[in-house]
């Protein structure tokens, strides 16, 4: 039989069964309307795994063993082309011309990826210099390259995550290293790909698409796992652990498999309907996604009893316009019932024999309801919960496994069997989880992944119950590659808002840790920062983090426990360095300009990608002058230069350390601070306030400070090399500060505790590499530029009782963001004493030691 040499004209796509969503009908549409006398088919999972079985039996083990079924969805197109050539495109995928011209006389066709793509983080880890999409793909029948493939796929199997197992690394490699008798026509990504995902638009900025030139447009769809994503299925002889009890009295524990029970559904055996309920009052963005979640569920049989008092009917209406009849709403009047009230009002309008609890602000896997219910069917239990959660915390992008419990809101039950809801607004869940746990056969899973606790700040429970979940996860990720590694793998699967995961793509400033990104981190796991005692009432303090031997009580803290290990370095080459904008006000500063000039051209950074800001106010020793005459020269040397001349009308009239004097001259070097940040800050990605009082710092100060790798770090500064702490800013609150009484120390609204009242500096925490901090100062201070575009600025006015730079601390805990500190990496400031320049800060903390020692 003569080898085909032409593209078969068909085209093949991949959906889990024949229902195209809704969303992506039309895009399906134009590939048909374009291409009139080709051959379409529409493949199942199921005919996927037919054609494996029939021809390509080899790769069974390897393809039914896929922890993903997006994994099994890609994989499979490979073996569709090999034996039926044509082209494959994604659901998500429109065609706007005919592709015949594209195709002529080619035998193998793939497209790039916009660039930007491989600056986000998870492509950047793997070092690619391009990416291949596997939207599209066109190829002649049983063409060499596919069998190439069909060895990548064995030899990365392995691999976690389905980008490198299956997806676009895979692919990208394969084509790099494809053998030299195969025929690649590679396109450009403006043909097929012009369209960046939505994480690379919010990153990059949006662009429009040149439909002069494109063919087909990729909409990245399924990016997100919302509609358009396949629907994974189970590894097929998946084994999850389980444990079962009789009326609280264990039975029988091992490795339940899922397949049997779903064989017996196949096969007609009847699937007893879940009614999933949901209640809700005013969070319409949250139960619009619990009602995505919903609607992704692969069991066959559930319905939704949705119990709605808010106080509009936009979820209503947002029900109406899907038009599920599987969704039933139930609207209220917002009367003030509790939540128990309303939780038995769901469960009487649920027609289902099972209930599953489905609360609206929590996020659940598409198998959720599957699972449990095989479980609770093929165990011949009353009831199933799960044995541990997801915890996330988006806001402090911190990830993690719970501790093994009862978790309450898993639980799918026995209507029959279900007690009514006590009338309470919180804790409802409990007794009615106890009272199922004693009355039963009940059934506990471990799979984590199937339901998604979030902690948003407007929880039933606050922030403490949270962070004591945390405290007791048994794994934590925290931000950074693992963390953003696994919130993709979230968003493969879960209807995740596109927000969440621009955060965690934004690309590292340090090289990617050894850690494997479904590994756990081997860093502490990190809890809240605790908040400031009020007045007269000390508040809660947080937990403490996990730390070293030997570190300071409370505080958590990574690295080496003997000697000071280093920050990595930012990335070589120099090129790929992020830009920075150094910021320094200034006043009566002139004896200092020389010195600081001098440490600012000994950055070893590159100066293409250093900028500079400087604002003088209220001098008379002739900054300005002196400023003025270094311009050119800084212009010359420096990407950009901004000199800002701003008066505040501020003059002091005795010491600069006195408690009296350090609510108005720090609130004014706040406005100095903000007022220079809104003039000087341009495209830069990081900001460096640096005092222009520090005389000696290493000159690979900025690579140490990225090296960290969080949004804000500071050095540790020092009156001398090895000294003692000088910038009595940075601290962190001893665990037990919250039972202090720091009215005491509270004067014109901020506090000014003596040194070592209830914090640790960093001069106690030398020999470790990073470390959380409660406040940090401004000598050094390195914090990522979106921070500051987002609204992070330095209080003019007591923030929670602190002010300028701790205030710009607890503001950034407010947003979600920790603050950092690296004690080894030592900046110079020497005490001197009388005027100096605006900027200098550290002395805030020495008239209250001072006064402090008077006080004692």
């Known amino acids: 039989m003569a080898e085909q040499s032409d593209i078969t004209p068909s085209i093949h796509q991949i959906w889990h069964d024949k229902d195209v969503p809704p969303r992506c009908q039309a895009w399906v549409e134009s590939w048909r309307r374009h291409h009139p006398g080709w051959e379409y088919r529409l493949w199942t999972q199921v005919e996927c795994r037919a054609l494996l079985a029939e021809h390509y039996r080899w790769f069974l083990p390897i393809y039914d063993r896929y922890p993903e079924g997006v994994m099994r969805a890609e994989a499979g197109r490979y073996f569709i082309l090999d034996r039926f050539g044509g082209v494959y495109v994604d659901l998500d995928f429109e065609c706007l011309r005919p592709v015949d011209a594209l195709l002529a006389g080619q035998e193998l066709v793939v497209g790039l990826e916009p660039q930007e793509h491989v600056q986000l983080l998870s492509a950047h880890r793997s070092g690619l210099p391009r990416l291949v999409g596997t939207g599209f793909l066109a190829a002649r029948p049983g063409h060499p390259f596919l069998a190439h493939v069909h060895r990548q796929l064995v030899g990365s199997h ?182 128990g009230e309303l939780r038995n009002i769901a469960v009487d309008l649920a027609t289902g024999p099972y209930v599953c609890q489905w609360d609206d602000d929590d996020l659940y896997d598409p198998e959720r309801v599957e699972v449990q219910m095989a479980a609770l069917l093929g165990l011949d239990a009353t009831a199933c919960f799960l044995a541990r959660e997801r915890l996330w915390w988006p806001k402090r992008r911190l990830l993690a496994v719970s501790g093994a419990r009862v978790w309450e809101g898993s639980m799918v039950c026995a209507k029959e069997v279900l007690p009514r809801y006590p009338a309470q607004r919180r804790g409802e869940d409990t007794p009615v989880a106890e009272a199922v746990l004693r009355a039963g056969r009940v059934v506990s899973v471990d799979a984590p992944e199937l339901y998604t606790y979030v902690y948003h700040g ?6 403490p119950h949270f962070a004591g979940l945390f405290d007791a996860a048994t794994h934590v990720w925290v931000s950074g590659p693992a963390y953003a590694g696994h919130l993709r793998a979230m968003a493969a699967r879960l209807p995740l808002d596109p927000a969440d995961l621009v955060r965690a793509e934004r690309p590292p400033t340090g090289p990617a840790p050894d850690t494997a990104p479904h590994a756990a981190v081997d860093a502490p796991r990190l809890l809240p920062h605790a908040r400031r005692p009020a007045t007269g009432a000390a508040e809660s303090a947080s937990a403490p983090g996990v730390a070293e031997s030997g570190s300071a009580p409370g505080v958590a803290v990574s690295g080496s426990a003997s000697g000071v290990a280093e920050s990595a370095p930012a990335p070589a080459p120099a090129a790929e360095r992020p830009s920075v904008l150094v910021l320094t006000p200034v006043k009566d500063a002139v004896t200092f300009l020389p010195r600081y000039l001098e440490n600012l051209r000994a950055l070893d950074y590159p100066r293409d990608a250093v900028s500079v800001g400087l604002l003088e106010g209220d001098s008379h020793d002739g900054t300005w002058e002196a400023l003025r005459d270094a311009l050119p020269a800084l ?110 120390w509270l004067r014109d609204g901020i506090l000014q505790p003596p040194r070592g009242f209830g914090r640790s500096y960093l001069e106690d925490l030398r020999g470790h590499e990073r470390v959380r901090v409660d406040a940090v100062g401004g000598t050094a201070l390195l914090v990522h530029a979106n921070l500051h575009r987002d609204g992070l600025v330095f209080p003019t006015v007591p923030y929670r009782e602190l002010i300028e730079t701790e205030g710009l601390a607890a503001l950034a805990q407010d947003m979600g963001v920790e603050c950092w500190a690296l004690p080894g990496v030592e900046v110079v400031h020497p005490r001197h004493w009388g005027g100096g320049p605006l900027s200098r800060t550290g002395e805030a903390g020495l008239g209250a030691e001072a006064q402090g020692s008077v006080d004692r």
Request: hydrophobic share 40%.
């Open 635 to 744: 212009e010359a040397e420096f990407r950009r230069v901004t000199l800002v001349r701003r008066h505040f009308g501020f003059q002091l009239t005795g010491p600069r350390w006195e408690p009296a004097a350090q609510r108005q001259r720090r609130s004014v070097l706040a406005r100095a601070r903000n007022q220079l940040l809104s003039r000087a800050l341009g495209e830069e990605e990081w900001v460096l306030w640096l005092d222009v009082d520090v005389t000696d710092y290493p000159p690979d100060l900025i690579q140490r400070l990225l090296g960290a790798r969080e949004e804000i770090v500071v050095p540790h500064c020092v009156a001398e090399r090895g000294g003692p702490t000088f910038d009595l800013n940075t601290f962190v609150l001893h665990p037990d500060a919250a039972a202090l009484d720091w009215s005491r």
């Open 458 to 463: 407007n929880n039933t429970f606050d922030e």
């Open 158 to 339: 392995t691999r976690s995550g389905s980008l490198d197992a299956t997806g676009t690394f895979m692919l990208t490699r394969a084509v790099d290293q494809a053998p030299g008798d195969c025929r690649i026509t590679v396109l450009a990504a403006r043909t097929l790909y012009p369209l960046l995902s939505p994480v690379a638009a919010e990153l990059f900025g949006d662009r429009p698409v040149d439909r002069d030139h494109a063919y087909a447009v990729h909409h990245w769809a399924d990016s997100w796992g919302r509609d358009v994503s396949v629907s994974a299925q189970s590894v097929a002889g998946r084994q999850i652990p389980f444990w079962t009890s009789q009326d609280l009295r264990p039975r029988a524990k091992g490795g339940l498999d899922l397949d049997p029970q779903r064989e017996r559904w196949a096969s007609g055996a009847p699937a007893p309907t879940v009614s999933c309920l949901m209640v809700t009052k005013d969070r319409l963005p949250w139960a619009m996604r619990a009602l995505r979640c919903f609607l992704a569920q692969t069991y066959p049989s559930v319905e939704l009893v949705v119990v709605d008092d808010s106080a509009d009917g936009a979820l209503e209406d947002h029900v109406r316009a899907l038009a599920d009849p599987r969704i039933r709403f139930r609207r209220l009047l917002p009367e003030g019932r509790t939540l």
